[in-house]
């Protein structure tokens, strides 16, 4: 079994920044694209941004030149560098991974860490 464990929420001021780091453990033969998601009250999960295994990145536009996303594949961990936090930035945020593991090809999700920014 795959699990994926978040940590690095909190609360912090706007402009104020946050660093969100995810790893995956269990029988991991390998991981493709890693990202994260978010969920604002009130609304739709959304794409934060994604990194594939090669390093490619795609962010959503409320994102571009405020986040960053890395990851560490030797250490099955992607991250997510958030500066210039606004108000509109606080939600639920979720790490997925699309992982080969020993029962075969599947996509993960964590169990959400709190990020909240007060204005």
């Known amino acids: 079994q795959v699990q994926l464990v978040e940590s690095g929420g909190g609360l912090v001021q706007a402009g104020g920044s946050l660093r969100l780091s995810c790893a995956a453990s269990?029988?991991?033969?390998?991981?493709?694209?890693m990202g994260w998601y978010r969920r604002a009250p009130g609304k739709q999960r959304e794409l934060v941004a994604a990194i594939t295994r090669g390093g490619r990145t795609n962010y959503a536009d409320s994102v571009k030149d405020r986040f960053t996303i890395s990851r560490d594949n030797a250490k099955n961990a992607v991250y997510l560098q958030m500066n210039s936090l606004k108000p509109e930035d606080i939600a639920v945020y979720y790490c997925?991974?699309?992982?080969?593991?020993?029962?075969?090809?599947?996509?993960?999700w964590g169990q959400g860490t709190q990020v909240t920014v007060s204005s």
């Open positions: 269990g029988r991991i033969f390998s991981i493709d694209t």
């Open positions: 997925n991974a699309e992982v080969l593991g020993s029962s075969g090809f599947g996509n993960y």
